[in-house]
């Protein structure tokens, strides 16, 4: 029997093609970010071991995908646009509303157990070491008495474990809504602050879920996780009703003068 008739010809990929897609992959995994530059052409082009004209005809694709810009004399950059999904004034009315903040609670249970239980089971030696390096961050930042400093290293530490999870959709989710999650963790900073005796406790909570991503134990690092954020909501319930409490005995006193 003759299989000439059969066989199709193997085409091979256009090497911009190909350029392309690798490019692609860096900007879904992180190690491209948007708003990032690129290496300048002849940089790149050596990088990739291609000709300029291939990588050329690459970026030109990826621009038309709006996923790069190009700026005149100022070079290409990974797009600003990519993150711009979650970041619209409904967001904003969130951060505002003190019920939303505990929505944003119970949704960092999902987002971060799920992101520790797979950063403990595919982590490597140096997401491991990036984690360890962005919890330093958080004791450095505490000395600095600065809330939204501390918050912002709170959020750098989660991010780190979302990259060691190596699931691009929960790392880039948790990049593209990172306004709304640094506000909710320095409101939670704020109000824990009014009770110095949480301060160890919390601390303890963060070093356990650290502790149980880098020794690789997935379902400790998802009871961790949960256990933590499970402490906030418990502390953060209890002082709101501390404060209607002291509000209403307010209103009370001031009736009565």
Not at 14 to 33: A, N, R
Not at 92 to 106: G, H, K, P, R
Not at 139 to 152: I, M, P, S, V
Not at 172 to 196: C, F, G, Q
């Amino acid at each position: 029997m003759s299989y000439s008739g059969l066989i199709k010809t193997v085409k091979q990929p256009k090497l911009s093609d190909v350029i392309q897609e690798q490019l692609e992959t860096m900007i879904l995994e992180g190690s491209l970010q948007a708003g990032e530059k690129l290496l300048p052409e002849r940089e790149l082009a050596k990088q990739f071991e291609v000709s300029r004209p291939s990588l050329r005809e690459a970026i030109q694709k990826l621009e038309a995908k709006k996923l790069v810009v190009r700026k005149q004399g100022g070079g290409t950059f990974v797009s600003q646009s990519i993150l711009s999904g979650l970041s619209d004034p409904l967001f904003e009315l969130m951060a505002q509303s003190n019920e939303s903040q505990f929505d944003l609670l119970e949704f960092r249970h999902g987002i971060e157990g799920m992101a520790s239980y797979y950063a403990a089971m595919r982590g490597t030696a140096a997401d491991f070491n990036e984690i360890q390096n962005k919890h330093d961050n958080i004791g450095n930042a505490q000395l600095e008495n600065d809330y939204k400093l501390e918050a912002n290293a709170v959020y750098d530490f989660y991010l780190a474990i979302c990259a060691a999870s190596h699931n691009a959709i929960i790392l880039h989710l948790s990049r593209s809504m990172k306004a709304l999650l640094v506000d909710n963790i320095e409101k939670n900073l704020t109000m824990m602050a009014k009770r110095p005796d949480i301060f160890s406790q919390n601390t303890d909570y963060r070093k356990n879920l650290l502790e149980a991503i880098v020794s690789g134990k997935p379902q400790r690092a998802w009871g961790a996780s949960h256990s933590h954020l499970a402490f906030i909501e418990e502390v953060l319930l209890k002082l709101t009703q501390e404060n209607s409490r002291v509000e209403r005995s307010m209103r009370r006193m001031q009736r009565k003068t």
